[in-house]
């Protein structure tokens, strides 16, 4: 199996990234389709379609609205798939990487891979775990005219995960974390001058590399996140 950007703690569940439903991690991966564009009766439906550059560079994870929609005459025209809410979407190429959770059924192009995670996964868990072996994914990523990730190169992938307890006590503080960062974006709004601003962007740069060393030993299994929790508490 693939060597993974993050460390993987060896007292975790070990698994790759394939559809197993004996693992509990992941159920299946889906790809996307496109309904042909020259047809009014697959467009302007009410089933949200996403492509990937709706989400790159997005700061949250969760995707509740698209550009378009198709109906359902396109999407049973088309490789597209009607997704479950939780579906992780991570784009295999242009861009490589870009994730995001969805919270309504919605269905994708077929420039994603789609996971439906086990109960041994949570959607949100896996979709920060991809952000950061965002590394790993650039590397792997290959193709003969753009950068592409493909099913046998991300199958292979090896991934490690604490119960779904401890994720869900991680998932608490990233929350958290997340919610200090996107703060820090209304209070550059709001600089009475350009000195205050530089020195909020300033702030919000250090924070953001705190959150990703945080997230990074978090994952990884080299910061406990009961010894955290402590500490937070002190």
């Known amino acids: 199996m693939a060597e993974p950007f993050l460390l993987s703690h060896k007292d975790w569940f070990h698994g790759t990234l394939e559809a197993c439903k004996k693992t509990g991690l992941i159920l299946q991966v889906e790809s996307g389709g496109t309904p042909k564009t020259n047809e009014d009766d697959y467009w302007e439906g009410d089933i949200?379609?996403?492509?990937?550059k709706e989400i790159t560079d997005m700061d949250g994870v969760y995707v509740s609205k698209t550009e378009r929609n198709i109906t359902?005459?396109?999407?049973?025209?088309?490789a597209a798939k009607l997704l479950p809410a939780g579906t992780v979407m991570l784009s295999k190429r242009a861009p490589v990487g870009a994730v995001a959770v969805n919270t309504v059924p919605m269905a994708t192009n077929q420039g994603f891979l789609n996971f439906t995670c086990g109960p041994l996964l949570r959607p949100l868990y896996l979709a920060y775990w991809f952000?950061?072996?965002k590394p790993y994914l650039d590397a792997v990523a290959n193709g003969s005219t753009y950068p592409e990730l493909y099913k046998s190169d991300l199958f292979e992938f090896h991934i490690s995960v604490p119960s779904v307890d401890v994720q869900d006590k991680i998932l608490k503080v990233i929350s958290a974390l997340q919610f200090c960062k996107l703060s820090g974006h209304a209070l550059e709004q709001s600089a009475l001058d350009m000195q205050q601003l530089s020195n909020i962007k300033a702030e919000s740069n250090e924070l953001e590399k705190t959150i990703n060393q945080v997230m990074f030993l978090l994952f990884s299994g080299e910061l406990s996140i009961d010894d955290l929790s402590k500490r937070l508490s002190l």
Request: a positive charge; glycine letters at 6%.
């Open 131 to 133: 952000r950061l072996n």
């Open 48 to 52: 949200p379609w996403l492509t990937p």
């Open 72 to 78: 359902t005459l396109g999407l049973k025209s088309s």
